[in-house]
């Protein structure tokens, strides 16, 4: 149980566009959806999270004008790299869990290639 | 805040040898878990194990174990009898139970098995 599917797993884009990627949780409610970014051999670090309903709380040195995070339903969580550049080439993976306490479970990640 | 300290530099481990993976973290919190997630070359984010802070026990999955040492503030990972599927990176994290879920990632360990 307590599976969560992103989609895309991959996307090239040209500069100047935007990205969704979206994040679903497809056998429980996912009432919070982290959002984390991982550059070549780097860990993990959190963007933001998001809570079904209400606005997302970003973390220090992340644009929220920059990444569009919505979590309109308990089963979808969406992010937006709006006006992408070269540099926001990264991976992009969500996660959350069905409950607190337990372990959180991940998308298989976006990787994003600006070009 | 929490951190996370993950500080061996690339592994090389034999197959059907057992290889250890340090971790050691900083809270102030008396309420924590720690965890232990496998990342392959795909990108997706495997739970290992977990142990909270506290388990009497040290915690046991399978061919992976938990050596917590908690006065140390040390939570190291034993992987028993390598696979040459365990070649991965693998990111210690710890998440404050009163918190809200967010996990806090070392640097990760990069272990290679070899044949």
């Known amino acids: 149980g307590a599976v969560v599917s992103q989609h895309p797993s991959w996307v090239i884009c040209k500069s100047g566009t935007s990205v969704k990627i979206e994040c679903r949780s497809l056998?429980?409610?996912?009432?919070?959806m982290f959002w984390y970014r991982q550059f070549p051999k780097q860990s993990l670090m959190l963007m933001a999270t998001?809570?079904?309903?209400?606005?997302?709380?970003?973390e220090q040195g992340v644009e929220k004008d920059k990444f569009l995070i919505n979590h309109a339903s308990l089963t979808l969580s969406t992010l937006t790299v709006t006006s992408a550049h070269p540099e926001d080439s990264s991976f992009y993976i969500c996660?959350?869990?069905?409950?607190?306490?337990?372990?959180?479970?991940f998308g298989n990640g976006t990787r994003l290639t600006v070009t | 805040a929490q951190k996370i300290t993950q500080t061996q530099p690339g592994m090389f481990v034999q197959e059907k040898e057992a290889v250890t993976l340090d971790c050691t973290y900083d809270?102030?919190?008396?309420?924590?878990?720690l965890f232990w997630y496998k990342q392959p070359s795909s990108g997706e984010m495997i739970f290992l194990i977990y142990?909270?802070?506290?388990?009497?026990q040290n915690a046991t999955e399978g061919r992976y174990s938990l050596n917590f040492q908690k006065a140390r503030k040390s939570a190291n990972l034993v992987i028993s009898a390598s696979q040459l599927g365990d070649s991965a990176m693998y990111f210690c994290?710890?998440?404050?139970?009163?918190?809200?879920?967010?996990?806090?990632f070392g640097k990760g360990n990069q272990v290679v098995v070899i044949p």
């Open positions: 996660s959350s869990t069905d409950r607190a306490g337990s372990p959180l479970h």
């Open positions: 056998d429980f409610q996912a009432t919070t």
């Open positions: 998001s809570n079904e309903g209400s606005k997302a709380t970003y």
């Open positions: 809270t102030s919190d008396p309420s924590y878990g």
């Open positions: 142990q909270g802070s506290y388990d009497q």
């Open positions: 994290a710890m998440r404050v139970l009163y918190g809200n879920n967010r996990l806090a």
